[in-house]
């Protein structure tokens, strides 16, 4: 994750140096001369006296002989005036995290998450399942089945949550149709789209003359996306959807519908997912360094749990006489709220309980901060070029004006004629020139498609003349197949025949009966 990162040198604190500013912001502007009161050593400025300059050398010189014979003593540096003390008693201001908490609390807070990824992948049930509503209901909101419009479409939906006198206004971003069409180029638009309008509305707010003291933060503090447990990495989908967005917003990447996949096929899964990221260079959420050991060891399994495989579930199931959230197969039952199932549980306690103020303080200082510095340096950068073009055409119209004011009419009005005159012959040349460069594309546009057509008309000929070369050798072969059939047909014949007349001839004739009479 990129943050701002200050490359200038460290320099060594000395609060000896700040004392002595202090104390020589302190001296009254009377150029040195002070007058020590008896009483209780106030000094109080008096006005100088007026002294040439032979006054001063006169005293230098008695103030060298002075150093010589008595040299003042060194001064040393000045204790600090920084550092921490004990107080003996109670004063009060370890009371301010009270204050920041109550007044928190009062205010509420906000939250902003975004689902991204296939129809099918179970993100409604996740967002209902995290926080324990329904707030993508069947009614409302059917399924992937029932959606008739296959295009990109962005849908918010904003609920009040209150747990222990704490409110949260949560903020779900849905996309669907993400990726659900024939062609998924530029799918990621309306996405990256949506973010940018949510930040330029958030500037425009800090950008008004009478600000509001509570804006509010629509911003999107968090994306999940969902990857397709295929087991085989990430998809180009995937790759470009993540590489368009990881500058933008906090990237949590997941694994849906974990239960498809064994143990081990999960393990080597999330290997996969880990090494593409590294490898395209793509900036994920990344957990914050934390100085406490324990913390650090949560954090640490938390980053082994990366990309989190979760399972959501809205029905509740009862397993041992408690009533959990989970799903039911002829194998067994598959828990969500289980760590030893899936990593819905963890998904939960870092997006909830242990980082929400952290994604939000990162979409806030680095996410937000290089949108506005990139929107605000264009427009400065405009301003700045506005402004100079505007004093040089003014310091030109306001020389022509005072040549005008000294000249008579007649030669105003012979000087304005030659100035259009030269207007003109100037546009008349940027016309023909424009012209000329317009015609000459359109030629070399026609001799490209004649070259283009040539060359086609080249390769049609070659390719018939190929073809009928082809014909001809199949039609002499087919000559020569029909000749020698025929040959074979006529020595049958003739075999058949000579078999018939040797028949016939090797017969005798039968000795007629002689009759009685």
């Known amino acids: 994750m990129a943050f701002f ?14 004392n002595m500013v202090r104390d020589r912001e302190r001296e009254p502007a009377t150029n040195g001369v002070v007058d020590k009161g008896v009483d209780k050593g106030v000094e109080r400025p008096v006005k100088p006296e007026v002294r040439d300059r032979g006054d001063y050398q006169r005293d230098n010189r008695d ?70 509503t329904d707030l993508y209901n069947e009614h409302e909101y059917p399924g992937p089945s029932h959606r008739i419009k296959k295009s990109v479409n962005i849908d918010t939906a904003q609920v009040l949550l209150k747990e222990g006198g704490v409110t949260l206004r949560l903020t779900t971003v849905d996309t669907p149709g993400f990726g659900d069409a024939v062609d998924n180029s530029n799918c990621w638009q309306p996405v990256t789209d949506f973010i940018d309008n949510k930040y330029d509305e958030y500037l425009n707010q800090e950008s008004h003359v009478n600000r509001k003291s509570n804006m509010s933060d629509n911003r999107v503090h968090a994306c999940l996306y969902f990857i397709a447990p295929t087991g085989h990495g990430l998809k180009p989908l995937d790759v470009e959807f993540m590489k368009r967005l990881h500058e933008k917003v906090n990237i949590i990447p997941l694994i849906s519908k974990a239960d498809t996949l064994t143990p081990e096929e999960c393990r080597n899964f999330k290997k996969t997912i880990l090494n593409e990221i590294a ?14 050991e324990e913390e650090n060891k949560l954090q640490k399994k938390l980053k082994e749990r990366v990309p989190f495989a979760v399972v959501g579930s809205n029905t509740v199931i009862q397993v041992d006489s408690k009533k959990v959230r989970g799903r039911q197969y002829p194998w067994g039952i598959v828990q969500v709220e289980n760590l030893e199932h899936n ?6 306690n870092m997006l909830i309980r242990t980082h929400m103020q952290d994604l939000k303080d990162v979409t806030n200082n680095v996410h937000y901060e290089n949108f ?33 004011d000294n000249k008579d009419p007649l030669t105003q009005m012979q000087d304005e004629k030659k100035e259009h005159v030269s207007k003109m012959k100037k546009m008349e040349a940027e016309m023909e020139q424009v012209f000329e460069m317009k015609v000459k594309e ?39 197949e029909k000749e020698s059939w025929e040959e074979q047909q006529r020595a ?8 018939m007349e040797t028949l016939d001839g090797g017969k005798k004739p039968k000795d007629k009966k002689k009759g009685l009479f």
């Open 279 to 292: 490898q395209h260079k793509i900036k994920i959420y990344e957990f914050p360094d934390c100085d406490d």
């Open 5 to 18: 990162k200050n490359d200038a040198p460290a320099t060594k604190f000395d609060p000896a140096s700040v």
């Open 442 to 480: 359109k030629k070399q546009k026609l001799k490209d498609s004649e070259a283009d057509l040539q060359r086609r008309a080249e390769q049609m000929k070659k390719s018939l003349e190929q073809q009928e070369k082809e014909l001809e050798q199949k039609r002499a072969q087919f000559e020569k």
């Open 372 to 404: 506005r510095y990139s929107k605000l340096a264009v427009v400065t950068d405009g301003k700045v070029k506005n402004t100079g073009s505007k004093e040089i055409k003014k310091s030109e119209s306001d020389s022509k004006k005072k040549d005008r």
């Open 492 to 499: 049958e014949d003739m075999r058949r025949q000579t078999s």
């Open 343 to 348: 990593d819905f549980l963890a998904l939960r």
């Open 63 to 132: 103030r060298e002989k002075e150093n010589a014979v008595h040299p003042p003593p060194r001064a040393g540096p000045k204790p600090s005036r920084t550092s921490a003390k004990e107080l003996d008693g109670y004063v009060g201001f370890a009371n301010l995290p009270n204050q920041v908490y109550r007044k928190a609390v009062k205010k509420g807070f906000e939250f902003t998450l975004m689902v991204v990824g296939e129809s099918g992948m179970g993100k409604s049930t996740l967002i209902n399942s995290l926080f324990l």
